[in-house]
């Protein structure tokens, strides 16, 4: 069965920095797109980024644009977040996705998750 295993959470200061990591298993990773939401308390989930199968393409929403970077080793089947210049609004529950077959770019089309890591950024 399909699985997703985040880590790399935690509490860090205004202005650091987080590198979340997600392997996947139980699908064929090079087929799947990959992608990170995130879920802040009393708020609803909201995609963060989408990585390509083939990594070329990535896209982040323009909120941590210039901030957060998506990355894959499909080797290690893991999917990468590097978040920098975290704010106190980053805070919230941070999940890993898949859309396998990757059928299109939409973060509606993700239907596997993982369980989650927190992050939380003290100001």
């Known amino acids: 069965q399909v699985q997703l295993v985040e880590s790399g959470g935690g509490e860090v200061q205004t202005g650091g920095s987080l590198r979340l990591s997600c392997v996947g298993s139980g699908f064929t990773y090079s087929d799947a797109c990959m992608g990170w939401f995130r879920q802040a308390a009393g708020k609803e989930r909201e995609g963060i980024a989408i990585i390509g199968s083939d990594s070329s393409s990535t896209y982040v929403v323009d909120n941590v644009k210039g901030r957060f970077t998506i990355s894959q080793d499909r080797l290690k089947k893991t999917v990468y977040l590097q978040m920098n210049a975290l704010k106190p609004e980053d805070s919230a529950m941070y999940y890993c996705?898949?859309?396998?077959?990757?059928?299109?770019?939409?973060?509606?089309?993700?239907?596997?998750w993982g369980q989650g890591t927190q992050v939380t950024v003290s100001s």
């Open positions: 996705a898949a859309n396998l077959g990757c059928s299109s770019w939409s973060f509606r089309e993700f239907s596997y």
